[in-house]
């Protein structure tokens, strides 16, 4: 029952039963998860309150390493601008070989002359996945680089709410890869059509749980780990190109995966109420697929025995002896939130049913000392 309400909804309710979000967090900010891997993320902010012209992006790309060229992501691209900044940049992102690029979906019918060929989807079909249907495509780069240049769907589950995002979105009965999964697979060079659809996904270290409306949870303790630079820095660097002695940022660091975006306004917000950009959840959900997340759930069958181990068989083991039972399942609820507390900061590994546990134990004292108060006024 308090698995259940500790679910946030019903799409949420196997990892409220297994790796309780407030523990997780709790576990995350008093750092007994493991320390963060080396994460090949930088994270390019701009700065600029007046946002970016497709002349500024331009800029950006041609700022960037000619050789062992990093991942390049783009957010958001910007609408409108004048077409000779436009075709500069589609002529430059043509020689950009590992350049991704944003589109939108929408749930609005087609045009009559619209025409979609030109759009990636995975070759298996995940029949578990059950989400929405969208049938256009509301904003997508210039004709020149359809078909050429990857793009992934940079749409949310929802503006507000960070916690899970898109693995995968349904358009016109076929899946596509959202922005996320699509630069995990670049960073990793792993071709579209080799994913392999199933309760979990393996990209990087670890693999990734999957829910049936084809999102993932998103873990933003990979947040800090992120490196961050300021977009402003790479125009300064294209211009400090023909004097490479006194570059800002060398292009050593430039390896990994870039993502370009604004993280000006931080309008989505996790479990925890903790306020993020578009971009950020963009770089946390990216880290989640390529690093597995921090902190795993045991699998169902070990939880069970486990919990049987230390709870079940001492209760039915010490007979009808109430207080013997009540001191032996006290102990063992203690000693099991020890153990979580110790398998999450050594191995990684969440137990489940922490936090009902926990509230559990708390209730039987309370219940107890009750007890003894009540028999001794009596």
Known sequence: MLGFALARNLGQ???????????????????????????????VEIDDPAGWTMLDVTLFLKSLPTENTPVTVIENLP?????????????????????????RL????????????????????????????YLSVSQSPGELLLGVVSVGVSNLASET?????????????RPVPSLALRAALLARKISVEAIRWKATLLIGARPVATNRDGSFSVDFSFLPGIKRLAASDFLLRLADRNSPAVTSIPDQSLQGVLILGDSSSKKFKNASGESFSRVEVLAAALATLLNGPRLRPLSGVGGIVLFGALVLLPWFLLGKNRALRFIALAGALVVYLLLAIHLAGSFGVALPLVVPLAILLSGAMASALLSVFLRKKS
Do not use: C, K, M
Request: negative net charge; hydrophobic residues 40%; charged residues 25%.
């Open 106 to 133: 929408s749930r609005d019918d087609p045009a009559d002359n619209a025409s979609y060929d030109w759009l990636e989807s995975g070759a298996a079909r995940p029949s578990r996945h059950r989400g929405e249907r």
């Open 79 to 103: 609408a409108g601008g004048h077409p000779a900044w436009l075709r500069s940049f589609e002529e430059l992102a043509l020689r950009q070989p590992r350049l991704l690029l944003p589109i």
């Open 161 to 173: 709410q960070a916690d899970t995002v898109p693995l995968i979105f349904w358009f016109n009965d």
């Open 13 to 43: 309710l196997p990892e409220a039963l297994f790796v309780e979000r407030t523990f997780r967090d709790w576990l995350a900010t008093t750092n007994h998860i493991p320390d963060l891997p080396a994460i090949p993320i930088t994270l």
